[in-house]
Every structure is written in structure tokens, then in C-alpha cells.
């Protein structure tokens, strides 16, 4: 019974002990924050993560974090984000950017849309994208979206995205991909082979219509 109460005494004086030590580490200025370090942003800047952040003066790397991150995961853009210490004065944000799929028209201007053809509070410029341009249309940039994911080479070769009626056309240079709006990963994969066997043949075309696969259809073929 003795040897129960010493240990819980022990253990309450350790807690108390490591309670006032932190509270003494939060008051001293040396362990203040002076500088965010922005980690795995693409897109986001720097000072755009600070504005949201609102770090408060005299705030401390001890001090709890979990307003900062409440106010980090509501950027929009962000899909995941953890902040971590670094000593003496730096806090880390560590972010997992939504990535764009298109670049599309909003406004007289360009924006960056994501899977659902969202716009993203991102600017195209900075750093310089190279994406397709795409109608400002959920289905197209879901399109999109699947066909990076199956196929990131036949993905960047795709110089515009746009949806005609229920199907979405992608313009290659070369010519023009007709595909089904909903067109699952196995039909991307399809339609690469297909072109990439087409291509072997040395046969050419303007369009190449993919919407009644396994069947290709070829159109203004030549060359």
C-alpha cells in the first residue's frame, strides 16, 4: 500500500514537473516563432499560407497548434496538411496539394480546375503548368483526370478537352479523340493500345473515334 502511494505521488510530482517546465519553455522569447517553412506545395505560396495561418505574435513552437491547423486544412486547394516544430523558432507546415487537371477559361481569365472542374485558388503562372486547356465542365475535367491516372504519356500529349453533347473530344495536334464522357480506366487503356497500334501501321488520321470500343473508327485517314 505504502509502495502504491510513493509511486502515485511520484508520478503526480513528474507531471507537475514536466507541466511547469512546458509553461516555462512557452514564456521564454528564444522559443517564439519567427519563420514558416512551407513543405511539399507546388502551388501554394508562401506568403498565401502564412496569411491563412494568422500565427498570433509572441507565439511559441510549444504553444498548441491545433487552431493553425484548423485554419491550414480550410485552405482551399489543400488536401491534406500536418504541422510539425522545429527548434528554436520555426513551425513546419506540411501540405498534399489538390493537383489541377486543366486549365480553363472563368472570367476573361485562366484558372486551374481540378477532378471536378472546381476552380483553384492557385496561380497558372506560378510556377509555369503544362496542362491542356478544357472546357469549365465537370465532365470533361473528370475525363481528364481519369486519363492521367491510367495514362500520363497519352495524357500530356492532350492539348484541349472539350465536351460535345454527352462525349468529350481531346485534341491532340495531330488530330481528335472522340471518347464516351463516362469512359472507364479500361477504356483509356483500350483506346491507347489501339492508337499506339495504329500508330505502328503508319496509318494517319484527323479523328479517331473511341466511343463504341473495342471498335476504332478512323476518320480523314491518309499519310
Not at 69 to 81: I, K, M, P, Q
Not at 115 to 127: E, G, I, Q, W
Request: aromatic share 6%; hydrophobic share 45%.
Amino acid at each position: 500500500m505504502k509502495k502504491r502511494l510513493l509511486f502515485g505521488f511520484g508520478a503526480i510530482a513528474l507531471a507537475l514537473l514536466a507541466v511547469g517546465g512546458l509553461r516555462l519553455l512557452r514564456s521564454l522569447s528564444f522559443f517564439r516563432v519567427r519563420r514558416l517553412e512551407l513543405v511539399g506545395a507546388r502551388y501554394l505560396t508562401p506568403r498565401d499560407a502564412a496569411a491563412a495561418l494568422a500565427v498570433p505574435s509572441g507565439f511559441s513552437v510549444f504553444d498548441n497548434t491545433g487552431v493553425l491547423l484548423r485554419r491550414a486544412r480550410a485552405l482551399t486547394g489543400v488536401l491534406e496538411v500536418r504541422i510539425g516544430r522545429r527548434l528554436p523558432g520555426t513551425l513546419r507546415l506540411v501540405v498534399r496539394e489538390v493537383e489541377p487537371v486543366a486549365l480553363a477559361e472563368r472570367g476573361g481569365r485562366l484558372v486551374l480546375v481540378d477532378s471536378l472542374a472546381r476552380t483553384l485558388p492557385f496561380d497558372p503562372t506560378r510556377p509555369a503548368v503544362d496542362l491542356p486547356l478544357a472546357d469549365a465542365d465537370s465532365v470533361v475535367a473528370g475525363l481528364l483526370a481519369r486519363l492521367r491516372e491510367t495514362d500520363p504519356d497519352f495524357y500530356a500529349r492532350v492539348e484541349r478537352g472539350s465536351r460535345i453533347q454527352r462525349d468529350v473530344a481531346l485534341d491532340l495536334g495531330r488530330g481528335r479523340v472522340l471518347l464516351r464522357a463516362g469512359a472507364t480506366s479500361e477504356e483509356i487503356r483500350d483506346l491507347v493500345s489501339g492508337a499506339e497500334a495504329i500508330d505502328r501501321r503508319g496509318i494517319g488520321w484527323r479523328e479517331l473515334d473511341a466511343r463504341y470500343l473495342p471498335r476504332l473508327i478512323l476518320r480523314g485517314k491518309g499519310g
